[in-house]
């Protein structure tokens, strides 16, 4: 079956520009506030070393950037890239309320065409944002590129659970109350709302994401379900250079 969601860039970069300025607070609102907890295991499953360099990728308005920050006492060193600007700038004001303004650089960038160096940070990660990419093994071949190697790739993303009652509940709860009350709240005319269950529903999940995350590369990976299975993170190792004799 070909994939029915729209995830061409310009549709997907003004559909999170429109809802920016209540993104937040409706992530933790729908959630109820358990996406603070996915990012708090995240960043304590791929714990930063003092000094780290870090991508958070589709970053958003910033929250695993920041809770990077946090994790590794302000040492890293973190860039934040996204292509909306909307996002962006959130992202900035939320990283200087905290303090957060000399070690966290946000940058706008498409996932697919990232503009820095091979080899060049020991995680990066991408929290609930590869899912939103219109090519995903290029999303997970460009973050695999700028993965020093021996570093590692994590990414957080939406799944869906597999144990009943709960599947029925979520899943009821996931496509007919949430779109709901996000359109209520955000007023998108983009409906971004109803676009989200429909993303989650195309997008890879288990050991077939874990399968293009072998092919972009990387080795040792890793699935764990979040929460009964609401989240999945993801993680895996770039391999180390061979250097010829």
Not at 56 to 85: E, M, V
């Amino acid at each position: 079956m070909s994939t029915t969601v729209d995830k061409s860039g310009p549709r997907v970069r003004d559909m999170f520009g429109e809802i920016a300025g209540r993104y937040d607070f409706l992530n933790h609102l729908l959630s109820l506030n358990i996406d603070r907890y996915w990012r708090w295991r995240t960043v304590r499953i791929v714990p930063p070393a003092p000094g780290a360099k870090i991508l958070d990728l589709c970053t958003g308005t910033g929250d695993l950037a920041l809770a990077y920050h946090r994790a590794a006492g302000g040492k890293a060193q973190i860039i934040g890239a996204d292509f909306c600007y909307q996002m962006l700038d959130i992202a900035r004001q939320k990283a200087a309320k905290a303090g957060a303004g000399q070690s966290i650089t946000f940058i706008e960038a498409d996932a697919q065409q990232v503009p820095l160096d091979d080899n060049r940070f020991e995680i990066v990660c991408a929290a609930f944002g590869l899912r939103n990419v219109a090519d995903t093994d290029a999303g997970l071949a460009e973050m695999t590129r700028v993965c020093a190697p021996g570093g590692q790739v994590a990414v957080l993303e939406f799944s869906t659970p597999d144990r009943q009652p709960f599947k029925f509940i979520y899943s009821w709860y996931f496509r007919h109350v949430l779109p709901r009350i996000g359109q209520l709240f955000s007023r998108s005319a983009a409906g971004a709302y109803n676009y989200l269950p429909a993303s989650v529903g195309e997008f890879p999940q288990g050991e077939q994401l874990a399968a293009r995350m072998r092919a972009a590369g990387l080795t040792d990976v890793t699935h764990r379900g979040l929460t009964l299975g609401i989240a999945t993170l993801y993680v895996g190792t770039k391999r180390p250079e061979i250097r010829g004799q």
